[in-house]
């Protein structure tokens, strides 16, 4: 494939066609943090830079940030930095019941075991210190009470260790719900999440999901999801089935309203069709696309995939990420790290042609275009 076909970006939105020139020393003021300190990665160097809507910002656990300052790296829109690890021993039993179930099939989950590492604020920012270096400006973090996910731990590890996070909120799927959902109404859910994001350093609704085929009480919630979007302007991403459910996904959170471009469908790489036709669809109807368990055996078969959007002028609307889950993964154990998207992925882009600039874009400024939002109404605390 010839460089140039894949290098060439579709036509941005109107808002997004002014470019600056960002200097390293911008880069590192607005930053304003030990990340300066790092040596700015490769990804960094790209001097295009997109436009944001005025009062854009993205909301980190511990401050609001303005988009152009995490312009310095990549940003990460769905990992994991804090999971209990009772969610972790209840999700590794709901995936084994599912795979038992007849036509369906995946890989078996790593095992889980403790001492468990998202619980080791020390290790955790040992790892987030080595993201920075290896090229990451921002993560976000796809929990939510469902899963033990724990805002005094994400901000003391962005603290610590530099790091900005984005905590995501909402409800993961529903094996997992607790027990109110199945009575409350689609409004009272809607007021809960509102409360939240009104009370909470919250930045993204995610991970949204749903465990197999949709179920009504998974609807009902994705319409909840929907309506509080509208009333908060902020992202939703969405946890698939391996891709199973994706048009659906975009659909209901669509008709309450939600526009496509501030939705991220989750865990497409699963959906392997080499005409990619799924996902063009989405694509087509400006939603971002989720390759988000990247750095992994199932790379090889996911570039051709992203290749073919790539040529049919889709590279605004992906996302690249890892769901970081597991201890083999870390550093501390020789793995690759919470990085390895950057590390590990993207040089398997380059080598099948795709150029420095449109892999920025993708990594870096994809990512702060879905993050970013104008705060409606007022907040407390934080
Ligand atoms: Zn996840």
């Known amino acids: 494939m010839k460089r140039s076909m894949v290098s060439s970006l579709r036509a941005r939105p109107e808002w997004a066609l002014v470019h600056l020139l960002i200097s390293r020393r911008e880069i590192l003021r607005l930053i304003g943090s030990s990340v300066g300190a790092a040596v700015l990665p490769r990804i960094a160097c790209a001097t295009g830079e997109i436009h944001f809507p005025t009062g854009a910002v993205i909301r980190t656990v511990l401050k ?195 526009k496509p471009d501030r939705v991220a469908i989750g865990h497409v790489g699963g959906l392997t069709d080499l005409k990619a036709e799924v996902l063009r669809a989405i694509c087509k109807r400006g939603a971002y696309v989720g390759f988000d368990r990247q750095g992994g055996p199932s790379d090889s078969t996911q570039v051709p995939v992203i290749m073919a959007l790539l040529e049919a002028g889709y590279g605004d609307n992906l996302l690249f990420s890892s769901d970081f889950s597991f201890a083999p993964d870390l550093k501390r154990n020789g793995g690759p790290g919470y990085a390895k998207t950057v590390t590990v992925f993207a040089p398997k882009l380059r080598e099948a042609g795709v150029s420095e600039r449109t892999l920025h874009s993708i990594l870096v400024d994809n990512p702060r275009r879905f993050l970013a939002f104008v705060p409606k109404g007022r907040r407390m605390g934080n």
């Open 64 to 258: 609001d940030v303005p988009p152009e300052a995490l312009a310095g790296g990549a940003t990460l829109f769905h990992e994991h930095l804090s999971i209990s690890y009772d969610f972790m021993m209840k999700l590794r039993d709901g995936f084994e019941a599912l795979l038992a179930t007849p036509g369906r099939q995946g890989p078996a989950l790593p095992p889980v075991a403790r001492p468990w590492f998202m619980e080791d604020l020390g290790l955790m920012v040992e790892e987030m210190r080595a993201a920075i270096k290896e090229g990451i400006a921002c993560i976000v973090d796809g929990g939510h009470p469902d899963m033990g996910r724990d805002l005094q731990f994400l901000k003391q590890l962005s603290t610590r260790s530099g790091m900005p996070i984005v905590a995501g909120f909402g409800y993961y799927a529903q094996p997992f719900y607790p027990p109110q959902i199945a009575q409350w109404s689609e409004e009272q859910i809607t007021h809960e999440l509102l409360r939240q994001a009104r009370t909470e350093p919250v930045g993204a609704f995610g991970e949204i999901g749903t465990w197999d085929v949709m179920t009504p009480t998974e609807r009902k919630v994705f319409r909840a999801v929907g309506k509080a979007q509208l009333a908060t302007g902020m992202g939703v991403f969405t946890h698939t089935n391996f891709g199973k459910g994706a048009i659906e996904q975009l659909d209901v959170l669509e008709s309450v309203g939600v």
